[in-house]
């Protein structure tokens, strides 16, 4: 998931997350960051998600881990955390976007926003340790892997189309008339598919850059999380920060797919690890000194954040974006306490608590599909510009733009979630359990 910073030079954003100001030519500026559903045991079959059941959290919380039933605060947190998502890509992809108080929002997310998603994925992933090899397969990885292989070649053939990478020649035209009433163009896709660069697009799906990074990072950790099941907690996240310092020395940091894998895998861990310490801090977040103490850690760090990313850190290069490794990491363990009190707060908010506990429970459809809706909508956008379409003109604004994103992401969700509904299709989301049966 990608950030965009008000200086000429493209970066990685000290959320540990790589930028690169550009619009694209499909009006699709940045790439995903995300979110794949960070569910309990996300994308597993119906037999698998009765046995998912989290473990015992504090008393306080209304809905508790064991039996099955789900833990409100996390649930928010993913909702909370998927819509930060789409307002990310939303706001790098509209011209002017960022200069938005939408776009201060989105900054003010960044270290949130992922984080986040990793943190709650690491607290139900405890049941990692106690598998074999061969149970994580059937148990966790095959329900990451699938939705992964499916979606991936869509949304990094769109990525690579914006970095110009996507052929090999480029085609005279990738559009054509449309065969729809009221659509102004269409995808020529024999073009598409006649000048693919393969190469570059199979290189993509195996590394997990450009692509749903989240889904391919989460099958990492989970491996990562099995393979050092057997040391004491403490070693286990101290272990996880040596991937991070090895691509640091190594120079591969200003390389977004190397960096965005390697920094959150520390937070994972801390997750999965330290998961009873992350319970009792959502149980106390109501009090007054928690409030105090998360919330002041939180402005320090963005304040100084602020600060280097103007300073020391303005000037971006291999250095640089080695030594932002260091600090971003601090910045995300800055920010992630009060992260999960504020996560807790809206968990037990009227009207909001609601919509995002159940927008958490249904990540993987949005975030699988929003980056393609969005490209596709502003592909249809620029064609009836050229047909000078009058109602196009309100969409000069920077505000109607973002909006109108804001209406694709959630249109683009519904029908996915819907897609997850129907046999046989559903499985492209929620394949069907491959665990033998007994």
Same mark, same amino acid.
């Given at each position: *998931?990608?950030? #965009? ?16 100001? =550009? ?12 979110? $794949? ?20 959290? /504090? ?38 976007? *960022? ?44 329900? @990451? ?54 190469? /570059? ?61 390697? /920094? ?6 801390? =997750? ?25 850690? #939180? ?27 260091? /600090? ?85 969700? #519904? ?10 299709? =559903? ?6 359990? @491959? $665990?033998?049966?007994?």
């Amino acid at each position: *998931m990608t950030a #965009f910073f008000p200086n000429p030079h493209p970066r990685v954003s000290p959320a540990t997350v790589a930028e690169t100001e =550009g619009i694209s030519r499909w009006c699709v500026g940045d790439r995903e960051e995300p979110n $794949r559903q960070t569910r309990t045991d996300a994308g597993r079959g119906a037999s698998d998600q009765k046995n998912a059941a989290s473990s015992t959290i /504090t008393a306080s919380e209304k809905a508790h881990a064991a039996g099955g039933k789900r833990v409100a605060w996390a649930d928010t947190a993913k909702g909370f955390s998927i819509l930060a998502v789409c307002l990310m890509h939303v706001v790098t992809m509209v011209p002017g976007g *960022m200069d938005t108080s939408w776009g201060m929002v989105k900054l003010i997310l960044d270290p949130l926003r992922m984080p986040l998603f990793f943190l709650v994925s690491g607290l139900f992933a405890h049941r990692v340790v106690e598998r074999s090899l061969s149970d994580l397969w059937f148990r966790r990885l095959w329900f @990451l892997l699938v939705p992964y292989l499916v979606f991936t070649p869509v949304i990094a053939a769109n990525r690579l189309y914006i970095d110009g990478k996507l052929f090999t020649s480029p085609p005279p035209s990738i559009t054509a008339p449309s065969v729809i009433p009221g659509l102004p163009v269409r995808l020529d896709l024999n073009a598409i598919v006649a000048h693919m660069d393969y190469a /570059t697009l199979a290189k993509a799906i195996v590394f997990g850059d450009p692509g749903l990074w989240f889904l391919y990072a989460l099958m990492l950790y989970n491996v990562a999380a099995w393979s050092v099941r057997k040391l004491p907690a403490w070693l286990a996240v101290a272990v996880s920060f040596i991937p991070a310092y090895l691509g640091s020395v190594a120079g591969y940091m200003s390389h977004q797919g190397v960096r965005q894998v390697l /920094t959150y895998l520390p937070i994972f861990f801390v =997750g999965l690890f330290f998961r009873q310490v992350v319970f009792r801090l959502a149980n106390h977040a109501f009090s007054c000194a928690v409030v105090v103490t998360t919330l002041s850690v #939180f402005i320090v760090s963005e304040v100084a954040t602020y600060a280097l990313n103007r300073t020391l850190f303005a000037e971006w290069n291999d250095t640089v974006a080695a030594v932002t490794v260091g /600090t971003g990491l601090l910045r995300i363990f800055a920010a992630i306490p009060f992260g999960i009190v504020f996560a807790t707060w809206l968990s037990q908010t009227p009207l909001i608590a609601p919509a995002l506990t159940a927008i958490g429970r249904h990540t993987l459809p949005i975030y699988v599909s929003h980056q393609a809706a969005l490209a596709y909508g502003m592909f249809l956008l620029g064609g009836f510009r050229v047909q000078d379409a009058e109602f196009v003109q309100i969409f000069d604004n920077p505000q109607p733009l973002i909006y109108l994103g804001f209406a694709i992401c959630a249109v683009s969700g #519904f029908m996915f979630y819907g897609l997850g509904k129907i046999p046989v299709v =559903g499985w492209v989301l929620y394949p069907p359990s @491959l $665990r033998p049966k007994r």
